[in-house]
């Protein structure tokens, strides 16, 4: 089974419309991530948690939040999606006490929303 | 400000050939230093990553990176390209605290 999982992979919605996309992590990590991919523009952050209780805004946070429902749980959502919010959406995690201490990353499969 | 590069948007290699990949990075510490590979349609895979000691790092399915302080580089070699390595390449660097900031990739197509 993957340790990081994403639902759904695939969703076409409308303008307008308010979406969630999830996460979920068999790995234990403490911290997670969300990046959107837009072609020639690589990963960019959204949203970022260190903790249950730590939310921190990343590079493009505008249009986007975020809920940490447990350590292996971080949900995105967009309140109202516009069609630039189009876009291939990753969810990452990862440990600072990893056995090398380089806090490495480690992604999910994708979500691929289209907004209409 | 943090910030990484990949020069190269798209690149072609007969298969067979080898294969360098550049990434340039700025960043005021020591970085740690990742490569990561995305194949048509998947998430993204590690393929390596520099944290301190030898410059050289060897990963998965034979690539090697070659961390170079002096030239703020940490491109990406294989020796010999196979039809499977077809993908985009990430660059990325992990910004202390935070999380990871990555280049923009470059994608990488295997000729026959």
């Known amino acids: 089974d993957a340790d990081v999982t994403q639902t759904p992979r695939n969703r076409i919605t409308k303008t307008g419309k308010r979406i969630m996309l999830e996460c979920s992590q068999t790995?234990?990590?403490?911290?997670m991530y969300w990046y959107r991919q837009d072609p020639g523009l690589g990963l960019r952050l959204i949203y970022y948690s260190f903790d249950v209780k730590d939310i921190n805004k990343g590079e493009i946070s505008d249009g986007y939040s975020v809920s940490r429902q447990a350590q292996a749980k971080f949900s995105l959502s967009l309140e109202s999606a516009i069609p630039n919010q189009t876009a291939l959406y990753f969810c990452a995690t990862s440990d600072p006490r990893d056995r090398l201490g380089t806090d490495t990353q480690y992604f999910g499969p994708g979500t691929r929303l289209t907004v209409l | 400000a943090q910030s990484v590069t990949q020069p190269d948007i798209h690149i072609t290699v007969s298969e067979g050939a080898s294969l360098e990949l550049r990434c340039n990075y700025s960043y005021g510490a020591t970085p740690y230093l990742f490569w990561y590979v995305q194949s048509p349609g998947q998430g993204l895979q590690l393929l390596l990553k520099?944290?301190?000691?030898?410059?050289l790092v060897q990963g998965i399915k034979g690539f090697e990176a070659e961390f170079k302080r002096s030239q703020s580089s940490f491109n990406l070699r294989k020796p010999s390209v196979h039809w499977s390595d077809a993908a985009e390449y990430f660059c990325?660097?992990?910004?202390?605290?935070?999380?990871?900031?990555f280049g923009k990739g470059t994608t990488l197509s295997v000729s026959s």
């Open positions: 990325a660097v992990n910004q202390a605290g935070t999380a990871l900031i």
């Open positions: 790995k234990g990590h403490d911290r």
């Open positions: 520099y944290f301190s000691g030898d410059t």
